[in-house]
């Protein structure tokens, strides 16, 4: 019978695992899941256009990939291992794959230098590349949370810059987008000098006020009811140059 060669690697691995003499080590789950992830692998590396890649250098560049290691030392290192002789080429051009088309994570600009000076104590001392790449993958993994905390903390910094700009001119009588004052419970916007206001409704609309003030307090004229402040913005742009008062 014939089997294309991709057929041949499956068959061949099933063959040899039903050779078994144990009916209950065929069925374990631990053993299919060996089985599954060998077939795997064997197509995988069969049908890769990265024919220098086999055994364990993939893997350990896939771990060293965010981890700001020199390539050169990393392409000595994984010359080190069994495969045929790998160039900078390769290296960058792998890596570059990784990134793109794998979607591996890349090297994070701001923890540069702070994995180059772990890198290069750990050298100094001795350690050993896998030793040193699993704990420049520890640090950055753990780094991670800190630099989301930190954009976090930078963007709700800049919102609130923002907001604080809209508030200033709001309460200086110049005209601006809808902005939220510290304190009040709605939306104001002044436009052509005159103020609007919006109240949220308990069915997710907006009621829009034509108010003679920035204040939660004060009375005004009901415009309409909306379902978005994009919709109330409609009308707003053609209320501000209407005669008043605007119905």
Not at 57 to 69: G, H, P
Not at 161 to 186: M, V
């Amino acid at each position: 019978m014939f089997m294309s060669q991709r057929t041949q690697v499956v068959y061949s691995l099933l063959a040899e695992y039903v050779r078994s003499p144990s009916l209950r080590h065929m069925r374990e789950e631990r053993s299919l899941a060996k089985l599954a992830l060998e077939i795997v692998t064997k197509l995988d590396r069969d049908s890769s256009a990265w024919k220098k890649w086999e055994g364990p250098r993939d893997k350990i560049l896939e771990v060293a990939i965010e981890c700001w290691i020199p390539k050169e030392d990393m392409l000595d290192f994984l010359n080190s291992l069994p495969g045929p002789a790998l160039t900078m080429t390769d290296l960058e051009q792998r890596m570059k794959s990784m990134i793109e088309e794998e979607y591996l994570g890349e090297p994070e600009p701001k923890l540069e230098a702070e994995c180059l000076a772990i890198y290069q104590a750990e050298k100094e001392s001795g350690t050993e590349m896998p030793a040193i790449i699993g704990r420049l993958s520890d640090y950055v993994g753990a780094q991670w949370q800190r630099l989301r905390d930190e954009k976090r903390a930078e963007d709700e910094r800049r919102s609130e810059e923002a907001r604080l700009e809209r508030e200033r001119r709001l309460l200086s009588y110049a005209d601006c987008p809808w902005t939220q004052i510290k304190g009040s419970k709605f939306v104001y916007c002044r436009k052509n000098g005159r103020v609007f206001q919006l109240k949220p409704n308990s069915d997710k609309s907006l009621t829009l006020y034509r108010v003679q003030a920035v204040d939660d307090d004060a009375s005004g004229e009901m415009i309409g009811h909306y379902r978005s402040r994009g919709d109330a913005s409609k009308v707003v742009a053609k209320a501000a140059y209407e005669p008043e008062p605007w119905r």
